[in-house]
């Protein structure tokens, strides 16, 4: 009976503590998905680690966002959409919840349905919806920097830059290995309009997901011989299929890869036989930036790091540093509006991130001078920034062999806005108002 | 003391043959009822409703399909992720390329078209059996995966290969909210358990049993091995192909064919030996067993204060599952449900020891 009392004690206190921890709202919540098990791992763990250096950063160094400070906490979805949307209805309801930023588009494409009934942001910094560039229709979706569309312009414009002209390319031959998922495939509309428009042949090879067996697409490519081969792939499927261009003979300078598929878990292991590899890149890499050395000085070397100290500065974690940031400023943004020094709401972050002004002189004081170009967003457009670079890997490191290149949007408004115009049809939606977009 | 028959006699044969001959069994199951389709709609969180409720409803719907085929009919199936996407698939195309189609309309249709399917990888089994057969059903599911994946009309011409629903109603009344779509899935749910059971319990079901036991004998006292396997893939290819049809619509809203890849199917073939092969109760153990599970052990961290790796977490999870699996089939192999009967048994003689 006394024992019976004092475990009935012991449970009631646990759950008065569980309970009392709900009610709070003096706090940033950061909800984190990552994947750091399955076979995006490799790729998705230095992301991850990045996003959470840098709000632990923010902490130390700042102490929060105007003294609001942040908190954070992680939900693995090894890239499965049914546990990223798990994870999502889980940590939607904490308080003080910011944004959702799901790492992968298959998460992606789930919650967009479901974050304008929660009215929570969704930040898919270089992935995602391609159409929800658009922010007249995709009010909560948040593509900054980047979605595949501008991607594959930007390698097509850097293919008719070798090829002395985009005239040139007439007559040629682009082979696609993707990944056959939402991700792999959202390329392919962009790719087949610009092979109309300049006349080469586009060639689709879909690698089934997750891309361990990749033989029978590289004999497709040996048999095809394009002359040049974009790689749309992700976690294990990069390094697999610079292995099988390497055992096909297929020259890797003619292969150029986007944002995804150009990190160093993708070549490490493949070392000397990825060199020429070519791939986009959104940031730059290294521990020379300031935010750099400001995370390895407040969080690493106190013993906080998340991942391992060789880690940081890497071209994915850099860029989950930079997501994170995005974040981060999304809310100062918002507390510039709806009052500093408090928590944000999920609408008024989604504010924030609509009206981002990060121009030079601000990435440089955030200590992003020369990490990436300056963004900034409006309503009708939630993308805010047009740009990236091509690096190519030498056998022993990545180094930039191109200029700033911007995606053509002659092309990609209008599809854009065909697609979300589709989009808004199917759910039954209606394009924002003007009035709409001053809230 | 509490679960004695004395006093229960019973005097048609109606009331001698019904599902819950016992008094308390009767009243176990009308609270049960009333705790499923009030309470729990009353006092559950959004959460709660989301992420274990409904996902435990529908995979508990696929896990009695399923058990059918390989709990009373003895023919192994891995390809029950491929049977779900078909109806998926097939009820996505229906709800799309029709406007003002009815909800269920559509989900049934799925379930026609995933029986059709079911039955075409199903006749193998008259010719081969167990690990063969297996393999036969593996074929289905990489075959469904290509399918979803390179043709275009299943997708409806979708570019990303992700299809989604939006505006889900019956009869005017939305499903939308977290309540709506619990109890839609409930009624399912419902109304496919009664019917499983029934069948169980009639001639067909006493078929897949012997069927199961001994074919042979079976075909010699008369029963046609035909009939019998392709009703059993034919009935459990219609059950999953519905619970495919409400794991789109209901669960995911959105999704693409790695929703249904080889991990389900092996979700639910351990859904259905950890809860039991050849009952109908089993099903539902074992899917509330790997539903919750999971979100249990990923939400230790944050509910006791453990700091648990998330990468862990997930790790630990599959150990805990593999683990779990062969503790079960040594000791148990009849599963949790089996479990629930012997204690059942004992509870007929409590607090007597024999």
Redesign the interface.
């Given at each position: 009976m006394k024992h019976l009392m004092k475990s009935l004690a012991l449970g009631a206190t646990?759950l008065a503590t569980?309970t009392g921890a709900f009610a709070q709202a003096k706090e940033q919540f950061f909800p984190l998905l990552?994947y750091?098990?399955g076979a995006y791992?490799p790729n998705g763990t230095p992301w991850a680690n990045g996003k959470q250096d840098y709000l632990k950063m923010i902490n130390a160094r700042d102490g929060g966002i105007n003294g609001v400070k942040i908190t954070f906490?992680?939900?693995?979805t090894?890239y499965?959409?049914?546990k990223g949307?798990?994870c999502y209805?889980?940590l939607k309801?904490r308080p003080g919840v910011t944004l959702f930023e799901p790492q992968a588009?298959?998460i992606t494409?789930?919650l967009?349905?479901?974050v304008p009934?929660d009215k929570i942001p969704l930040l898919t910094v270089g992935y995602g919806l391609a159409a929800s560039q658009d922010g007249g229709v995709f009010k909560w979706n948040f593509p900054l920097m980047g979605s595949y569309w501008t991607a594959a312009d930007m390698l097509i414009q850097q293919i008719g830059k070798k090829e002395g002209g985009l005239d040139k390319l007439k007559g040629k031959k682009i082979a696609l290995v993707y990944h056959?998922?939402?991700f792999g495939?959202?390329p392919?509309?962009l790719l087949e309009e610009r092979a109309k428009m300049h006349g080469f042949e586009l060639t689709k090879i879909?690698v089934?997901?997750p891309g361990v067996e990749q033989k029978s697409a590289w004999l497709q490519v040996r048999q095809a011989k394009p002359d040049y081969v974009l790689l749309w792939g992700w976690g294990i499927m990069n390094a697999t299929a610079l292995k099988e261009a390497q055992a096909t003979g297929y020259p890797r300078e003619k292969m150029y890869g986007v944002w995804w598929a150009g990190a160093e878990p993708d070549v490490k292991d493949v070392g000397e036989g990825a060199k020429g590899y070519n791939a986009l890149n959104l940031n730059t890499s290294g521990q020379t930036p300031k935010v750099i050395q400001d995370i390895l000085k407040y969080v690493h070397d106190k013993g906080q790091g998340t991942g391992p100290k060789d880690e940081v500065g890497t071209v994915l974690y850099t860029r989950g540093v930079i997501i994170q940031m995005l974040g981060v400023e999304a809310v100062r943004r918002a507390q510039e509006r709806f009052g500093k020094g408090k928590v944000m709401t999920g609408e008024q972050v989604r504010w924030g991130l609509e009206n981002l002004a990060l121009d030079q002189k601000k990435l440089d004081s955030l200590g992003f001078s020369g990490v990436m170009r300056p963004l900034s967003t409006s309503c009708q457009d939630h993308m805010g920034s047009t740009w990236a670079r091509v690096h190519t890997w030498d056998g022993s490191k990545w180094s930039f062999t191109s200029d700033w290149l911007q995606a053509d949007e002659q092309i990609i408004k209008p599809m854009v806005k065909a697609a979300a115009d589709k989009y808004a049809t199917?759910?039954?939606l209606t394009r924002r108002t003007p009035a709409d977009c001053q809230s | 003391m509490l679960y004695r028959e004395n006093g229960q006699f019973k005097s048609t044969y109606r009331s001698d043959q019904q599902i819950f001959p016992i008094l308390q069994d009767r009243i176990a199951i009308a609270l049960l009822l009333i705790a499923a389709f009030v309470v729990i709609p009353l006092i559950a969180?959004?959460?709660l409703l989301?992420?274990i409720f409904i996902?435990f409803l529908i995979l508990a719907l696929a896990a009695l399909g399923l058990n059918i085929l390989v709990g009373y009919c003895g023919q192994i199936s891995l390809g029950t992720g491929a049977f779900m996407a078909v109806g998926a698939y097939a009820a996505y195309n229906l709800q799309t390329r029709i406007d003002g189609m009815p909800m269920i309309v559509s989900l049934l249709f799925g379930g026609i078209v995933s029986t059709v399917i079911g039955v075409l990888f199903g006749v193998p089994s008259l010719r081969i059996k167990g690990l063969y057969l297996a393999v036969a059903t593996l074929a289905a599911q990489f075959f469904v995966?290509w399918a979803c994946?390179?043709l275009g009309w299943v997708t409806n011409g979708s570019?990303?290969?992700?299809v989604?629903v939006?505006?889900l109603n019956v009869f005017g009344l939305p499903i939308?909210s977290p309540v709506q779509k619990y109890l839609f899935a409930l009624i399912f749910l419902a109304v496919f358990a009664l019917l499983a059971k029934n069948l169980v319990r009639g001639a067909i079901g006493r078929e897949w049993m012997a069927i199961r036991d001994m074919d042979v004998a079976a075909a010699v006292i008369g029963i046609r091995p035909v009939y019998a396997k392709l009703t059993a893939f034919a009935v459990s290819s219609f059950i999953v192909g519905v619970a495919g049809g409400l794991w789109g619509f209901i669960?995911?809203?959105?999704?693409?064919p790695?929703?249904f890849n080889i991990?389900r199917s092996f979700q639910l073939l351990f859904m259905v030996i950890i809860g039991g092969l050849g009952s109908i109760m089993g099903s539902f153990f074992g899917a509330a067993f790997i539903v919750v599970l999971p979100?249990i052990l990923?939400?230790l961290p944050?509910?006791?204060g453990i700091p648990i790796?998330?990468?862990t977490?997930?790790?630990l999870t599959f150990m805990i599952f593999g683990a779990l699996i062969v503790f079960f089939l040594i000791v148990e192999p009849h599963g949790i449900a089996r479990l629930w009967s012997t204690a059942k048994e004992k509870l007929r003689l409590w607090p007597f020891p024999h």
């Open positions: 646990l569980a990552a750091r098990t791992a906490e992680e939900c693995e090894g499965a959409t049914d949307v798990e209805e889980r309801t588009t298959g494409f789930a967009t349905d479901k009934t056959d998922s939402p495939k959202e392919i509309p879909p089934t997901a199917e759910k039954k | 969180s959004p959460y989301t992420a996902p995966d994946l390179r570019s990303s290969g992700s989604s939006a505006g939308e669960h995911l809203g959105s999704w693409e790695a929703a991990d979100i990923d939400g944050y509910w006791f790796d998330t990468a977490a997930s790790h």
